[in-house]
């Protein structure tokens, strides 16, 4: 069974007038997940060095759960590229699942002067 990274059930500070969740907000999420990730392989200070490409595929609403699921893509002498995909559970009983997006993040280990340092 496949787990997420991490899960958080959206709550109503986060939403925009529309009522959907910030884009934001689900941006900062899916970074926090790569850093965990990016932790697990490696123990080590990370910083974001790229995010590629978010194309969001549906809102998120007040309420819903939302999962971060990761793979790594690839691992560098500095670098961990991840796979973040960010799936939605909705609904009573929350049966509806529905993809939101998914994006490649490039973490980078760095010293404790936020110099590249191998992992």
Request: glycine fraction near 8%.
């Amino acid at each position: 069974m496949r787990e997420p990274m991490i899960r958080v059930v959206m709550l109503p500070k986060d939403t925009n007038a529309l009522g959907h969740i910030f884009g934001g907000v689900i941006l900062s999420y899916l970074d926090l997940a790569a850093g965990v990730h990016a932790q697990q392989i490696a123990p080590h200070k990370y910083v974001t060095k790229v995010l590629r490409e978010v194309d969001f595929i549906a809102p998120v609403h007040v309420g819903d759960t939302v999962s971060y699921y990761t793979e790594t893509v690839t691992k560098g002498t500095t670098s961990i590229t991840i796979k973040v995909s960010v799936e939605a559970i909705r609904g009573i009983g929350q049966q509806q699942t529905c993809k939101v997006t998914e994006a490649e993040i490039v973490m980078v280990a760095v010293d404790d002067n936020g110099a590249p340092k191998p992992i």
